[in-house]
T-cell receptor, first 117, second 109 residues
Framework: GAVVSQHPSWVICKSGTSVKIECRSL??????MFWYRQFPKQSLMLMAT?????????EQGVEKDKFLINHASLTLSTLTVTSAHPEDSSFYICSASMERGVKETQYFGPGTRLLVL | RKEVEQDPGPFNVPEGATVAFNCTYS??????FFWYRQDCRKEPKLLMS???SGNEDGRFTAQLNRASQYISLLIRDSKLSDSATYLCVVNPPTYKYIFGTGTRLKVLA
């Protein structure tokens, strides 16, 4: 149980293109989904927290107009990198949790590698 | 001071060895703690949760020391397949995971 999928697994695109990444919880309903970014040899950095039916909460320094998050249902969240530039190249990982609070456990998707040329 | 600190390693150990990693955290109000394993170019996978005084799962033992604000991970009888980066994760009252930078382990044949 607790499987999270992400699609696509990798993307290569030209500068200026918008890229959409999907995150799905396959066998559970996720109260919350999280989007992270990881640069080489660095830790995962939380970009935003998303709850179904409400606006995402972005971390400091993350541009909400640049990284659009839509959480359409309890099993699907999408991240759109708008007008991507080479500095947006990174490993984007989503996670989903079933409950908030002390016992919350996040289950991670397999990640999406984005390369912007 | 970083919110979560880990020794980046790498720790190079022979097969069969016992190895331990520590992780310190700064927010004393943190309630839950985890160890995740991340293989190269892959997503993190939950290894163990550490909720109170620690727990054990096979060759892996996690301990929590609230007074000193650190958690540890002990791996006994290391296998080649244990080679990975081990991420310490702290869940403070904001309920957002804070990741350490990870400790690289390489088990040598």
């Amino acid at each position: 149980g607790a499987v999270v999928s992400q699609h696509p697994s990798w993307v290569i695109c030209k500068s200026g293109t918008s890229v959409k990444i999907e995150c799905r919880s396959l066998d559970f309903q996720a109260t919350t989904m999280f989007w992270y970014r990881q640069f080489p040899k660095q830790s995962l950095m939380l970009m935003a927290t998303s709850n179904e039916g409400s606006k995402a909460t972005y971390e400091q320094g993350v541009e909400k107009d640049k990284f659009l998050i839509n959480h359409a249902s309890l099993t699907l969240s999408t991240l759109t990198v708008t007008s991507a530039h080479p500095e947006d190249s990174s490993f984007y990982i989503c996670s989903a949790s079933m409950e908030r609070g002390v016992k919350e456990t996040q289950y991670f998707g397999p990640g999406t590698r984005l390369l912007v040329l | 001071r970083k919110e979560v600190e880990q020794d980046p390693g790498p720790f190079n150990v022979p097969e069969g060895a016992t190895v331990a990693f520590n992780c310190t955290y700064s927010n004393s109000a943190s309630q839950s703690f985890f160890w995740y394993r991340q293989d190269c170019r892959k997503e993190p996978k939950l290894l163990m949760s550490v909720y109170s005084s620690g727990n054990e799962d096979g060759r892996f033992t996690a301990q929590l020391n609230r007074a000193s604000q650190y958690i540890s991970l002990l791996i006994r009888d290391s296998k080649l397949s244990d080679s990975a980066t081990y991420l310490c994760v702290v869940n403070p009252p904001t309920y957002k995971y804070i990741f350490g930078t990870g400790t690289r382990l390489k088990v040598l044949a």
